[in-house]
């Protein structure tokens, strides 16, 4: 597997990604019936460095870095993370992270943090808390998910 830099040209692919993750309502802020336009416009947008995971020419997965806040907190870094269907449960979203943070680390952050992990996404916090982030906050009611409706959202960090 080689995970990169995203380009132009793989927005297709990572549209295919996003509109399957998206569509299920339950992990992402994101509208489950989002435009094409207005989600790659997001994920590829300027204030971001974007990355595709591919395999045998493939993307399976993609993932954004971007600086959680402007100015005096500028050192910090957010990030969000999508796995194929097809990929899921083969660690994929794994190495996407450990890439991610040394990314970060080279990039010039000192710390990571995810603003709104959604509490009933099991597999995500699972995968957090194994790779070192700690649970900080928790916001009640913050997600409003399709099956369970209003649930909690953690707030995660780690020092990079």
């Known amino acids: 597997m080689i995970i990169r830099n995203a380009h132009q040209d793989d927005q297709e692919a990572v549209w295919q ?6 569509a299920t309502g339950n992990t992402y802020v994101f509208a489950p ?3 094409k336009e207005k989600m790659l ?3 590829f947008s300027d204030d971001k460095n974007t990355y595709v995971a591919e395999e045998d020419g493939k993307i399976l997965g993609t993932f954004y870095l971007k600086t959680n806040q ?3 907190g500028s050192h910090i870094v957010n990030a969000g993370y999508m796995v194929s269907s097809e990929a899921r449960g083969k660690g ?6 450990e890439f991610s943070m040394e990314e970060a680390r080279r ?8 603003n709104l992990v959604v509490k009933t996404n099991e597999n995500a ?12 906050g928790e916001i009640p009611e913050a997600y409003k998910h399709s099956q369970f409706g209003y649930v909690n959202a953690y ?4 020092k990079l």
């Open 70 to 72: 402007m100015d005096l």
């Open 41 to 43: 416009s997001y994920w």
């Open 125 to 136: 916090v699972k995968l957090w808390l194994k790779l070192g982030f700690e649970i900080i």
């Open 17 to 22: 990604i996003i509109h399957e993750v998206i």
């Open 33 to 35: 019936d989002s435009s």
């Open 155 to 158: 707030i995660m960090y780690q």
């Open 92 to 97: 994929l979203g794994q190495a996407m992270a």
């Open 107 to 114: 990039l010039g952050y000192r710390g990571m943090q995810f």
